[in-house]
C-alpha cells in the first residue's frame, strides 16, 4: 500500500508569505494528525482530523494556521501569514479506528520562514 | 499535559553491540500507553515498539526490547547487536487517554561499522 505522502519536502518562504502543505493519508485510514517539530525540540501535536471533522486542535498554536481536510482524504495545512517562529518540520500522520494503533507518519515537510 | 524527557540528545555504538536509550515521563495517570519511534535520515518515522502500562511484562521486538519501571516513570529502550540500518533518531512518545501523542525531543543514535 501507498504510505502517507506529504508536498512540499522542502519550502523556503518570507515573513509574512502564505504557505499550504499537504498531506495524502493512507487510504482508508479516518485518523490524520498534524504534528510539528521545532529544531532540536520535542514533537508536538498540532491537530487531529477523524474522517473530514476536526476531533482535537487544542495543539494549534493560533489563528494563523488553518488545517482543513475536505471529503475525509487528504488535508492541507495553511500557514498565513506565517512568521520565523513556524520554521520546523511538519509531520503528518494517520492511523485506522482504534485509539494508539501505530501512526504512519509521512517524511515531515521542512519549513523555513526567513 | 504530560511531558516525556529523553536526556540524551545523541549516543554512538559499535555494530553489533548493545545500546540503552533513556527516556522518562510524567502522568498522574494510571493506564496509559508507551511508544518508541524511529526515524532514519531522509526517512519516515516508524513505530519500533509499544508498552501498555497495564501490562507488567517488558515488550520485545526482535532486537529492540523495552524496560519499564512504572513506579519511576522510566521507559529505556535497548537495541541489541547493533546494525548500521539501526542509525537513526529515536523518539520516545506517550499517549494517554485521547489519540494524541506527547514526544521527547529525540536521540540521535549512530552505529559505527
Known amino acids: 500500500e501507498a504510505g502517507v505522502t506529504q508536498f512540499p519536502s522542502h519550502s523556503v518562504i518570507e515573513k509574512g508569505q502564505t504557505v499550504t502543505l499537504r498531506c495524502d493519508p493512507i487510504?482508508?485510514?479516518?485518523?490524520l494528525y498534524w504534528y510539528r517539530r521545532v529544531m532540536g525540540k520535542e514533537i508536538k501535536f498540532l491537530l487531529h482530523?477523524?474522517?473530514?471533522?476536526?476531533?482535537?486542535e487544542s495543539g494549534m498554536p493560533n489563528n494563523r494556521f488553518l488545517a482543513e481536510r475536505t471529503g475525509g482524504t487528504y488535508s492541507t495545512l495553511k500557514v498565513q501569514p506565517a512568521e520565523l517562529e513556524d520554521s520546523g518540520v511538519y509531520f503528518c500522520?494517520?492511523?485506522?479506528?482504534?485509539?494508539?494503533?501505530?501512526?504512519?507518519f509521512g517524511n515531515g515537510t521542512r519549513l523555513t520562514v526567513t | 499535559a504530560q511531558t516525556v524527557t529523553q536526556s540524551q540528545p545523541e549516543m554512538s555504538v559499535q555494530e553489533a553491540e548493545t545500546v540503552t536509550l533513556s527516556c522518562t515521563y510524567d502522568?498522574?495517570?494510571?493506564?496509559?500507553?508507551l511508544f518508541w519511534y524511529k526515524q532514519p535520515p531522509s526517512r519516515q518515522m516508524i513505530l519500533v515498539i509499544r508498552?501498555?502500562?497495564?501490562?507488567?511484562q517488558n515488550a520485545t521486538e526482535n532486537r529492540f526490547s523495552v524496560n519499564f519501571q512504572k513506579a519511576a516513570k522510566s521507559f529505556s529502550l535497548k537495541i541489541s547487536d547493533s546494525q548500521l540500518g539501526d542509525t537513526a533518531m529515536y523518539f520516545c512518545?506517550?499517549?494517554?487517554?485521547?489519540?494524541?501523542?506527547?514526544f521527547g525531543a529525540g536521540t540521535t543514535v549512530t552505529v559505527r561499522a
Open positions: 512518545a506517550f499517549g494517554f487517554n485521547d489519540y494524541k501523542l506527547s
Open positions: 482530523f477523524v474522517k473530514e471533522s476536526k476531533q482535537d
Open positions: 508498552q501498555e502500562a497495564y501490562k507488567q
Open positions: 500522520a494517520s492511523s485506522q479506528g482504534q485509539k494508539f494503533s501505530p501512526l504512519h
Open positions: 487510504s482508508g485510514h479516518d485518523n
Open positions: 502522568t498522574s495517570e494510571n493506564n496509559y500507553y
